[in-house]
């Protein structure tokens, strides 16, 4: 996920060359900030800035401290989401928009190429911003469909050092980007518009840096019961959702899987041609084990997860496991936005 802290659109250090982006400074820690991303907000701006910017904080440390266990769980099904999302943009660029309606297999592995499909040919040679990276799992399968180079944005340290340096990981802020206008050929933004705060400014800087979009959020009503199973496993356990993850599902989430917002905003930060349709992922994990890593490791229940000690954590796994027995496989209705 980005976060939407308040920036600088200053270019960060290897970032100067828009046809070929470099990779973003490195510390002994792995990605810095971007120069600037700590600037006050204007007068006229501060209050609300300064309650998203808390709420981004909030955000980001969630995903910082989920790294591991995300990395365990939730990354795969995220990988495989990612894969056809790629596959949606590959189609975008044909000309021919998303898949209607059908389920679709998320495609070869993580980090295996796509052999004879149009993903291979449509993405080769392009310029990739990975928007709301966390892991690189869009990225990578950008890569993986021929893309010339990746830049991983996030605001999450502890996800981007996951990605590797040739994903190029960069922290940034998705509503004031560090690169120069037309850095890029196209931006993936794997469900990561529905964290932003302020979405028409973040689009607006997407329109800015390139010259399309494919971005992914999960469709109206879509629900697995492996979330609900866990959910109840953990509240009998002590857990209680945080404030940051009730104000996501209650104000920014829904933003991202409402069309009519969608197709208004996206045209609105001045995209001419805006797609909207849903495809059917199968992620391919149907196993107790799968199922309950994937919930546990989402970043608003993995901090609660690791706090507990590991005779409990056991037990809690257990207890996941069993509640999810039978709840599989997991199909996910994924809806695409599509704008150039």
Known sequence: MVGDAGGSRGASAGMKAPQAPGPAPRGPGGPQRCPGAEDPPSEASEAPARKADRLSADVQRAYEAAARLWAEGPERVYASLARALVACAAESLAGGGPADGGPMRD??????????????????????LDLGAGTG???????????RSVV????????LRRCGAGLHPVTADATALPFRDGSFDLVLAAFCLGHLDRPAAGLREVRR??????????????????????DGVLGSFGYRPPPWYVT????????????????????????????????????GMSSPAQLASWRLGMAHIAPFVDSLPAARQAELRRAAESAVAGTGPLVVSMLVLTAR
Do not use: I, N, Y
């Open 107 to 128: 495609g070869p592995a993580d980090g295996e190429p796509m052999r004879d499909g149009p993903a291979c040919s449509r993405l080769a040679g392009l310029r990739v």
């Open 137 to 147: 799992v869009a990225g990578r399968a950008a890569l993986a469909a021929g893309a």
């Open 152 to 159: 991983s944005a996030d605001s999450a340290v502890g996800m």
């Open 209 to 230: 840096v390139a010259a399309a979009l494919v971005a992914s959020s999960f469709a109206p009503g879509w629900k697995h019961g492996a979330k609900a199973a866990v």
């Open 248 to 283: 996501f599902k209650r104000d920014t989430e829904p933003w991202a899987s409402e069309p009519t917002a969608l197709r208004r905003d996206t045209a609105a930060a001045g995209f001419a041609d805006v797609r909207l349709q849903t495809v059917t992922v199968e992620v």
